[in-house]
């Protein structure tokens, strides 16, 4: 018994009765060459998409286990200075070798003074 997928190629190339020329042979060897590539080409593309979704949720979950901990500190009532300063941190893991600060501004709107940066030395100021 002939597979429904190879009785349809040599159909394709003509050998319908007896056996197929030599002709006819090149023909299916490259239709059949065809379908391995594309079935390779196809592998590629899912493991690719696989390999990229993975890293995705890898960074998401990474991305929200952060902003779990800054949530959980602002419910448990942290200091503002606790939370500004687990923000920061998140923000600096998520962002290759950058250094974060919050300034805050008083109230009187001319004023900033540090809130959170726990990379960055404490500036001393009037000295």
Request: glycine fraction near 8%.
């Amino acid at each position: 018994m002939v597979h429904p997928l190879l009785k349809r190629q040599l159909l394709r190339i003509g050998a319908v009765e007896g056996a197929p020329t030599a002709e006819q042979w090149r023909a299916l060897l490259e239709r059949v060459s065809r379908a391995y590539e594309e079935g390779d080409n196809d592998r590629y593309t899912l493991e690719r998409s696989m390999a990229i979704s993975s890293s995705e949720m890898q960074r998401l979950y990474k991305n929200t286990a952060g902003e779990k901990l800054a949530l959980e500190a602002i419910t448990a009532g942290a200091p503002l200075a606790d939370v500004l300063d687990t923000i920061v941190r998140v923000v600096e893991e998520r962002s290759d070798g950058m250094t974060c600060s919050v300034l805050l501004l008083d109230r009187d709107g001319t004023h900033l003074r540090h809130g959170a940066a726990p990379v960055c030395p404490r500036p001393t100021y009037g000295r």
